[in-house]
């Protein structure tokens, strides 16, 4: 698989579970409009949600991904 492809899967599955994380934790303790509650968590997971990206270097491309708790870029 490329690490282009691999870097939409990644982004899309961390954003997918700090979502679901975020929506029921804000169901269980706030009774509030379900699209109120979907929005809010929708903002906080693509804050909280690491950012993956695939970038073009001189031997190939690599996998780096940047998350809001690290400084620094990891390649994986």
């Given amino acids: 698989m490329r690490p282009k492809?691999?870097?939409l899967l990644f982004n899309?599955?961390?954003f997918?579970?700090?979502f679901l994380v975020i929506r029921f934790?804000?169901?269980y303790f706030w009774q509030a409009n379900r699209l109120l509650m979907a929005l809010a968590s929708a903002?906080?997971?693509s804050i909280l949600s690491p950012k993956f990206a695939a970038i073009?270097?001189?031997s190939g491309e690599k996998?780096?991904?940047k998350w809001i708790f690290s400084k620094k870029v990891h390649q994986l």
């Fill in 16 to 18: 997918a579970i700090i």
């Fill in 25 to 27: 934790t804000l169901g």
């Fill in 43 to 45: 903002i906080a997971a």
């Fill in 56 to 58: 073009k270097t001189i």
């Fill in 12 to 14: 899309f599955m961390a």
């Fill in 63 to 65: 996998l780096m991904m």
């Fill in 5 to 7: 492809y691999k870097a």
